[in-house]
């Protein structure tokens, strides 16, 4: 049995680390566990994410903490040689902290962990995902137990009240009122769904959920079938995430193995499955009654509300849609209870909250952090700050629906209202860092292409004012705006919020009004001086020769794609604009520093 | 029932609890603009998709404005439906929609009758601000009806039109965000799918996406050539409702106006199809009898019950659904093909003109029946026996283009010999009509007595399925209507699985029957309409001396000097018709 | 969309028949049909959807609808390479866009198109999750990371015969 042996030798089987080979690590690990006769003495685990997917492929090694950082299928051999059988650590293998440039063992000392608190992450990292027991030792499926032999429906939807957890996948509705009002409609059949067609581009905290930790899930919706009066759940889960949806399926049979699922569960009566449903490529889809056309079989368009879905839902009937984050907080808070919870956070929101941390930050990763928590202490001392030592623009949050945040937000503490208040909003998690190298209209641009892309088509301000709203941003990005361009672009983005029928259409304009509020030197550059301050945008960039520095080589005009450059051997040369494609190749050939970007 | 009190533009209103904030405003007198919702009052069709966001308010308290067709009232609500805030959002919305939406409204089809130039024109709209990338798509003409997809604004209305209220199942939303757009599977043209032609899309169009296929421009042609004589038939439910185009009340009967108003047209004929009605009763009737005795006479193998077939769309509905079904319809031609037949046989030789020179036009409140006429069945040598047909709207438009005052015209009748028709025939335009005036003769030709009474009110109304027992002097005749086509489906599901116990069973595609045509001046949405148009067929049949199809002095003629009697050897030639099994018609493009 | 013209092979309609009816011929089973029939044909072309239809008793203008409504379904085949760039937020402030406009020049194609000999398709995706070695591109099950302009010449010289 696992306790007997010395040591375990922990391999991230996220996606990510996947990616970079870390199936290979792990055969070449075993291998070398055996070539060296060390089978009883150590054991390799696959487990969900670690979080610090920068630094991916990650080996952690128990029970010393020792956390390996991008490692190769070929140092297996040193790990094991070195690690497990002499116990010396593979220094050229650990994290080196950029600040002090020296080596960090033991992870609980990284910068990326030490202000992080794991509730909904608990397991990610710690345990196999597709090994029941091992989530059973991390007291798996004890809420379960208290809640069915203990507890009656009202008690547990009172807990989840007071706790104070609020939906994690954008809304922040409160999940305890949601139960109860599931739970008081009266219907013959009612449901559970569990929201998983993340769609946020650049978040994958519930990816990581499922893949680490598919049971928190599983247990959390045999409590709230419990509470609300349930007997089915059904998981909607995007078909791009074959990993996390084959662990759910491994979960699924193992707990109906262990009568933690199916009927007469822990021999108490009640009766609770758990089903898959596939998405299928929407993100409006994350909105709950496009979520429930969809699971059946339709197109996902968003219907309006009321009736909503507690009342109303699947097939029908009354049916409760959580996402993933807010299910896999549910047991601990059972467990050690509500007052435990809720001193987390700050007044109105309790708790922690997962962010996928991306972009121009040195530290990519996933992160769990208390609610409070300043945007600061997320980027510059989780995340390490900035990539390559530059200056730090704006962070992103909430996704296709959040808006841009600058430094003057940077000591927000990052709660659901605050953030809306700041023009931006928690969304499902996704956190994208931006540098001096972004440029703020071009991203607005990127966020109103996706919303172009994503949207169902159902309602007209979203169907077309959002490509209009698009259509206008790249004459901007083009230089061929004027202010009456950038008014219509505030006018159309309050009338899109103001009158879109769902979630998406509602907020599909922040993007741009934040960009608006916070870069609004940026836009008028574009407008008024035609420049891109960050040299993004093509249509405003010039390429020229700098005579002083040009000897007439040629370098440039022979590699020039389009030839628009002339100039006689030893003679300066010239670029003909109206021709240039500003590809950039001549910035690239020229040896004498003699082309810039004006 | 609970109260529910609430303010709307400073006015204190009281409405039943479910009431929405667009019924409980019109009760007041507040007419909120709308475009993509439709209710069809009384006829259970209702769409409300709440995706045009035209009708949005200002409710006090919401962070958003609230669509009115679709947002409940509550108690205590305070409701501003043109606030500042409103009306910016409300014409922007509007401007949205047309910035991809053609700007030929000079030239479309729906000019004067759209429902977004009537709302751009409202809302003042003078200029649209947003330019930007309008979607194109293939343009696709049918023997029937013309989709425009460039002009869809997603309403969806169709989509219920065709889905829900028909089960045809044609029409779906398709893509996606600003590609979205209803149209056929694979974006594949009409007259390769199974639709039927029935037209209820166009009669709910609120834009020209979906239009009818003109034939005023070749009809006006063939007036105007000295060589062809050009003969005239009338539907039945045309002059129901051809004067709500000249600003009369619904329901008032301009028969005689319509016959002066062709006559002036230049047509050389003006007969009806009302006469062709009565025939059909024959050999309807007739083969509905025949059929019975045979069945009561011990034939077990003899199909029952029988199904009328005067209504094309209804007939392509089943060839395509129900194709193992197609020995159960009558075999009678509908009215038009009857009178098409007739004409260019029959009247040919009486006026010894060649069929080639004949032309012979319909006017019909019906798209589908454009269809009918290109059906090969009903053509001789590449002849067909009704050239075209026209729409009782496109009859308005030419009286219209002629500069004819039609409210000035006096009342004139129809030519002989095939103008003369019963009041059997008239009530043909609404449905429960044809069933009622077959039972006319019928119960007369079966029982040999004359009705004690002629009005059936039992198979009168509007219910979507009706049915009634009729004493046929001791045997009881079990009849059923039905009124569109998903209603028809239920009772062909009822026949299939051998749960029906109908003797006689009449179908219309149409909801209303061809009062509620696809080819009808449009009613926006208002079913008083229909009913006015009922109410003045009932009134014409009451009105008249001849009420009985073999009654008709013309009709009695024609047997007489031509077909002999009903079902014989000529009749089976002329006036009645085989089906085909359409399942595998269908293709992709 | 466009679709191309095939002859559906009699087994290949007892398969879709087979897979309808793993499903109970339930309506409201179309996206789980059409995953499983995609994942047999590899696309959905019309004829496909239409025995779909039949079988679940629904309209084929709704499974059209429906195919068209969702990015995962496609009625065009995909390359035998198929290239997918992550175009994800994450990836595209670390220059995902230069990574496709490099294989759109490299491949001659343009997103959702297969190269004429069938050996490449190209296509665009929402975040994989692998945001850590952004900009990301996969090709078919293979996942490259920290991917740049330059590199994709090399990516696309592992797939030469």
Redesign the interface.
């Known amino acids: 049995m696992a306790q007997q042996l010395k040591m375990h030798l922990l391999v991230c089987g ?3 680390c ?3 080979e870390s199936e290979a690590i792990q055969t070449n690990l075993e291998r070398e566990l055996k070539v060296h006769g060390l089978e009883n003495e150590a054991k390799v685990v696959t487990t969900g994410c670690f979080g610090f ?4 492929p990650i080996v952690k090694i128990h029970p010393d903490n020792t956390f390996y950082v991008q490692v190769k299928p070929s140092d297996a051999k040193e790990i094991v040689e070195e690690h497990v059988l002499k116990g010396r650590k593979v220094e050229r293998l650990l994290y080196s902290d950029p600040a002090k440039k020296e080596h960090v063992a033991d992870s609980r000392h990284m910068g990326f962990y030490r202000k992080q608190i794991r509730i909904a992450l608990r397991n990610c990292g710690f345990i196999n995902p597709e090994n029941i027991d091992e989530y059973i030792a991390r007291d798996g499926y004890q809420a379960l137990g208290k809640v069915l032999t203990e507890l009656s429906p009202a008690q547990t939807i009172e807990i989840i009240k007071k706790s104070g957890l609020r939906g994690r996948g954008g809304g922040g509705f409160p999940t305890g009122l949601k139960w109860e009002i599931t739970s008081k409609s009266v219907a013959d059949q009612k449901y559970v769904v569990c929201n998983a067609d993340e ?6 905290m519930d ?2 959920i499922l893949e680490g930790d598919p049971h928190a899930v599983l247990e959390a919706m045999a409590i709230c079938g419990h509470s609300i009066g349930a007997t089915k759940g059904l998981i909607y889960i995007r ?3 074959p990993l996390a949806i084959k662990r759910l399926k491994i979960a699924i049979d193992q707990a109906r193995n262990y009568g933690l699922l199916g009927n007469n569960i822990l021999e108490t009566g009640f009766d609770f499955d758990v089903e898959l ?7 409006v889809c994350g909105e709950e009654t496009a979520l429930i056309h ?7 368009e968003p219907t309006f509300k009321p009736p909503f879905p507690s009342v109303e839902g699947y ?1 029908g009937k009354p049916t409760n849609v959580n996402n993933v984050e807010t299910f896999a907080n549910i047991p601990p808070i059972i467990n050690k209870g509500a007052e435990w919870f809720a001193s987390i956070g700050t007044e109105r929101s309790k708790g922690t909250k997962v962010f ?1 941390l ?3 930050i040195n530290n ?2 996933l992160i769990e952090v208390p609610m409070g928590t300043t945007l600061r202490e997320v980027i510059f001392e989780i995340g390490g700050g900035i990539k390559d030592g530059k200056k730090f623009k704006a962070v ?1 949050t909430g ?1 296709p629906s959040g808006g841009c945040l600058t430094e003057k937000h940077l000591d927000t503490p990052i709660e659901y209202d605050t953030l809306i208040a700041a023009g931006s909003m928690m969304g499902s998690g ?1 956190m ?1 860092v ?1 540098d001096e190298d ?1 440029c703020m209209v071009s ?1 607005a641009k ?2 109103l292409d996706f919303t172009v892309e994503e949207s ?1 088509g159902k309602c007209s301000p979203c169907r077309i004012g959002n490509k209009r709203l698009y259509e206008m941003l790249e004459t901007v990005t083009r230089g061929e705006a004027t202010m009456e361009t950038l008014q219509k672009l505030r006018l159309l983005s309050n009338v899109i919020k103001d009158t879109s029928l769902c979630g998406l259409g509602q907020t599909s304009p922040n993007p741009v009004l934040s960009t608006m509020d916070n870069f609004w030197d940026e836009y008028l550059a574009h407008v008024e001086d035609k420049k891109c301050p960050a040299g993004v945008c093509k249509s405003l960039m010039r390429y020229v020769v700098i005579p002083e520095n040009c000897v007439g080589c040629t370098a440039c005009a022979r590699n020039c794609p389009v030839n628009c450059i002339t100039g006689e051997r030893k003679q300066v040369h010239y670029i003909d604009q109206s021709a240039c494609i500003k590809c950039g190749t001549c910035l690239e050939k020229c040896k004498f520093n003699a082309i810039e970007i004006v | 029932m609970d109260m529910i009190k609430l303010i709307i533009d400073k006015k204190p209103v009281e409405v039943e609890k479910g009431t929405t904030i667009l019924q409980a405003a019109d009760k007041i007198g507040i007419k909120i603009p709308t475009l993509c919702y439709l209710n069809l009052g009384g006829f259970n069709i209702e769409n409300k998709p709440g995706g045009c966001r035209v009708c949005v308010v200002e409710v006090e308290g919401r962070r958003n404005l609230a669509p009115a067709c679709a947002t409940d009232c509550t108690e205590g609500m305070v409701v501003n439906t043109h606030s500042i805030r409103v009306l910016n959002a409300r014409k922007t919305v509007v401007q949205l929609i047309l910035s991809d939406h053609p700007f030929d409204c000079l030239v479309c089809a729906k000019s004067g009758n759209c429902e977004l130039q009537d709302l751009a024109h409202k809302l003042g709209i003078r200029e649209i601000p947003f330019q930007g990338e309008q979607s194109t798509y293939r343009k696709d003409t049918s023997p029937s009806i013309i989709r425009d997809v460039d002009k869809c604004i997603m309403c969806r209305r169709c989509e219920v039109m065709c ?1 829900e209220v028909q089960t ?9 965000g600003f590609q979205a757009v209803v ?5 594949m043209n009409l007259d390769h799918s199974v639709c039927t032609y029935c037209g209820q899309c166009v009669n709910v169009c609120p834009t020209g996406a979906l239009t009818e296929v003109d034939h005023t421009n070749q009809l006006i042609n063939d007036l105007a050539d000295p060589e062809k004589v050009v003969i005239v038939q009338t539907a039945p439910a045309v002059r129901a409702a051809l004067g709500e185009e000249f600003g009369m009340k619904p329901g008032t009967l301009v028969t005689g106006k319509m016959a002066s108003a062709l006559r002036e047209l230049g047509f050389d004929y003006i007969f009806d199809t009302d006469f062709a009605a009565d025939l059909t009763i024959m050999e309807e009737g007739t083969e509905l009898l025949d059929r019975l005795t045979t069945y009561l006479n011990g034939d077990k193998t003899v199909k029952l019950p029988i199904l009328t077939s005067c209504c094309p769309a209804w007939v392509k509905f089943f060839e395509h659904q129900f194709p193992e079904m197609k020995e159960i319809p009558s075999t009678a031609r509908s009215p038009q093909q009857m009178f098409g037949a007739i004409a260019k046989t029959y009247f040919a030789q009486k006026i010894n003109v060649d069929r080639k020179k004949l032309v012979v036009v319909s006017i019909m409140p019906c798209v589908a029946k454009k269809y009918e006429c290109s059906r090969d069945e009903f053509k001789v040598d590449g002849n067909p026996d009704v050239d075209y047909s026209v729409s009782t709207r496109e009859l308005a438009s030419l009286i219209k283009r002629a500069n004819i005052d039609f409210m000035a015209l006096p009342d004139s009748g129809f030519d002989s010999p095939m103008g003369e028709s019963s009041g059997a025939a008239v009530i043909f335009g609404t449905t429960g009509g044809v069933i009622e005036a077959a039972v006319r003769t019928a119960y007369e030709l079966h029982t040999g007595k004359p009705l004690p009474k002629l009005d059936f009110e039992e198979l009168r109304g509007l219910e979507g399925m009706r049915s009634a027992t009729i004493d046929f002097d001791g045997l009881p005749i079990n009849i059923g209507i039905a009124h569109g086509l998903g209603n028809a489906r239920k009772l062909l599901n009822e026949i299939k699985e051998g749960k029906s116990h109908f003797h006689a069973i009449e179908i219309m595609a149409c909801p209303g029957g061809c009062i509620g045509g696809g080819g009808q001046p449009y009613i926006h949405g208002d079913t008083s309409i229909l009913q006015a148009r009922q109410k003045a067929i009932y009134n014409e049949d009451a009105g008249k001396t001849l009420r009985k199809s073999h009654e008709n002095p013309d009709i009695i003629r024609l047997y007489e000097e031509f077909l002999g009697k009903p079902l014989s050897h000529k009749s089976h030639e002329l006036l009645h018709t085989h089906y085909f099994d359409r399942k595998k018609e269908v293709f ?1 493009d | ?1 466009s ?1 191309i ?1 095939i002859k559906l092979k009699d087994k290949d309609v007892e398969q879709i028949k087979e897979i309808c009816g793993s499903f109970n011929n ?7 049909v ?2 499983k029939v995609q994942g047999v044909f590899g696309y959905l072309p ?2 496909v ?2 025995v779909v ?1 039949s079988e679940l008793n ?9 195919v ?6 496609t009625m065009i085949p995909k390359g035998r390479n198929p290239v997918s760039i992550c ?8 220059g995902a866009e230069k990574v496709l406009e490099e294989f759109k020049k490299e491949l001659g194609i343009g997103v959702g198109q297969s190269t004429p000999d069938g050996k490449f398709s190209l296509t665009c ?10 900009p ?1 591109v996969m090709v078919g099950e293979k ?1 490259y ?1 920290r991917v740049s302009p330059d590199g994709v010449k090399d990516i696309l010289k592992e797939y030469e015969d």
């Open positions: 996220g996606t990510g996947r990616a970079s997917c920068e630094k991916g769609g946020d581009p650049g978040a994958f990816r990581s078909a791009e995430y449903r596939y998405g299928a490529g929407a993100f969809s699971m059946e079989g339709s197109r996902g097939l996928a991306a972009g121009k990519v990763g992103q996704g996704g994208i931006m972004d991203v990127f966020y169902c | 889905n045809v199942g044609v029409l779906s939303a398709i893509n996606r149209a056929p599977a694979f974006e992709i | 969309m679709s013209k339930q309506a409201g089973e179309l996206i789980n059409l995953h019309a004829e959807q239409e239809a629904v309209s084929v203008a709704k499974v059209y609808g429906v068209t409504f969702y990015s995962f379904f175009t994800g937020t994450a990836c595209y402030v670390r995706l929402r975040c994989v999750g692998a945001c850590g070695l952004a990301v996942t990371g």
